[in-house]
């Protein structure tokens, strides 16, 4: 079983919609979730962590962290042609280790 | 503004030659850094844990006397690819944690370093 798994892609929207990316973890004692953005070519961006239950909101994007259904999400508003990249779910479990989703592609259409 | 750099971001040689690679944390000390290799249309696979002081500790799978990593300073690492082969050809990343380990660490990419072995 995958340790982080992400929903599978890709995921096509159109400008200014919502996108929403979903990730699942196994490793119960992970403490710190991170959601990267990489364009093609280029390597992960940090856009977002999240290490606390609940929502953590940064100008259009929202985190959402639910430890108990060791479940995170990303919620992209008022989608952009911009923001169309890999998206990579990140969770650090106990060993310091960074454990990467397989990324999901988003492409906004304009 | 960037918080980790990588040099060269791209690099050509000839097979059999070595390779190095250079990993710096900008503005902050880290004593572990994590070096990364992304093949076309997959995702990043770690290879090694650079430890400052002690030596690296690399994934199943990885050849430590091909992959040779020093952590020269609480700001820089290197990655040196020896006797490079094309299959060696890839999109390598170093990573650095910044912050309180555990909740509060984040972990900042940098650019990358394309190789192309011919």
């Known amino acids: 079983q995958k340790e982080v798994e992400q929903n599978s892609g890709p995921l096509s929207v159109p400008e200014g919609a919502i996108a929403s990316l979903n990730c699942t973890y196994s490793d119960r004692g992970s403490q710190s979730f991170f959601w990267y953005r990489q364009y093609s070519g280029k390597s992960p961006e940090l856009i977002m962590f999240?290490?606390?239950?609940g929502d953590k909101e940064d100008g259009r994007f929202t985190a959402q962290l639910n430890k108990a259904s060791q479940y995170v999400s990303l919620l992209i508003r008022d989608s952009q042609p911009s923001d169309s990249a890999t998206y990579l779910c990140?969770?650090?479990?106990?060993?310091?280790?960074?454990?990467f989703g397989a990324g999901t592609t988003v492409t906004v259409r304009a | 503004g960037a918080v980790v750099s990588q040099h060269p971001s791209r690099v050509i040689c000839k097979s059999g030659t070595s390779v190095k690679i250079e990993c710096r944390s900008l503005?902050?000390?880290?004593?572990?850094m994590f070096w990364y290799r992304q093949f076309p249309k997959q995702s990043l696979m770690l290879m090694a844990t650079?430890?400052?002081?002690?030596?690296?500790?690399?994934e199943q799978g990885v050849e430590k006397d091909k992959f040779l990593i020093n952590h020269a300073s609480l700001t820089l690492s290197t990655l040196t690819v020896t006797s490079a082969h094309p299959e060696d050809s890839s999109f390598y990343i170093c990573?650095?944690?910044?912050?309180?380990?555990?909740?509060?660490?984040?972990?900042?990419f940098g650019p990358g370093t394309r190789l192309l072995v011919l």
């Open positions: 990573s650095a944690p910044k912050g309180l380990r555990g909740a509060g660490e984040t972990q900042y």
């Open positions: 999240i290490y606390s239950n």
């Open positions: 990140a969770v650090l479990p106990n060993d310091y280790k960074l454990s």
């Open positions: 503005d902050f000390q880290a004593t572990t």
């Open positions: 650079s430890n400052e002081g002690s030596k690296a500790t690399y």
